[in-house]
């Protein structure tokens, strides 16, 4: 479903990756793991096409993205979630409304908007706060609106920038099942964290872009 092969990225004649190669099958989780600063977040900006690579080649359902056109990257990205560290979340709106921004900007309103949002916010158990500003909600709380506003086009892929980095033991480990709940449904999901505490959860690969 999703490659890398031989990848490399520079920024200002330093290399943070350096010949990277892995490969994800469909409805894989996978935790991508390196110290702060190894690539973890340029990995995941590499496959959403907002970085580019130096050298080597990306493929995405059997597509290479350095091939696409400029008006097929919009496409791309609504097959591919993308849950931040920092949130992102609008402080103006309310929850439902910074969900159905998802939407929007793909096009779709009406009934459909409503329908899509309140499953989604049901399925990460947030829909009795649908009308809270983000000021008012936990931390814990405002990433899984993180997460239900990336899940909300029903993408194929979730990529989860460490998105427990900012919360206590007991919310991270919420924000995980509710990402897992969603992989267990489907959803291919790689989650780049640098806790190596997280890695002993379960049974998932481990990519530990460090050893590439």
Avoid: W
């Avoid at 239900?148 to 991270?172: C, H, I, K, Y």
Wanted: charged share 25%; glycine share 8%.
């Amino acid at each position: 479903m999703i490659e890398f092969s031989h990848i490399y990225k520079s920024y200002d004649n330093r290399y943070i990756l350096r010949d990277l190669n892995f490969k994800v099958n469909r409805g894989e989780f996978i935790f991508i793991t390196g110290p702060s600063g190894a690539g973890k977040t340029t990995t995941l900006k590499l496959l959403i096409a907002l970085e580019k690579p130096s050298h080597g080649a990306i493929k995405f359902m059997d597509r290479e993205l350095g091939s696409l056109k400029p008006r097929e990257i919009p496409f791309l990205r609504r097959r591919i979630g993308f849950v931040f560290q920092d949130f992102k979340l609008l402080p103006n709106r309310t929850v439902f409304q910074n969900v159905a921004l998802g939407l929007q900007v793909s096009g779709i309103f009406g009934s459909v908007i409503n329908k899509n949002v309140t499953d989604i916010l049901k399925a990460v158990e947030l829909y009795i706060k649908r009308d809270e500003y983000p000021c008012n909600l936990s931390g814990g709380e405002q990433q899984r609106v993180a997460i239900a506003r990336a899940l909300v086009l029903n993408p194929q892929v979730l990529l989860a920038d460490e998105p427990t980095g900012n919360l206590d033991e007991d919310t991270s480990n919420i924000v995980i099942d509710t990402i897992k709940n969603f992989n267990k449904k489907g959803t291919t999901v790689l989650f780049a964290t640098h806790d190596r505490g997280l890695l002993n959860q379960g049974r998932s690969r481990i990519i530990d872009i460090t050893k590439t």
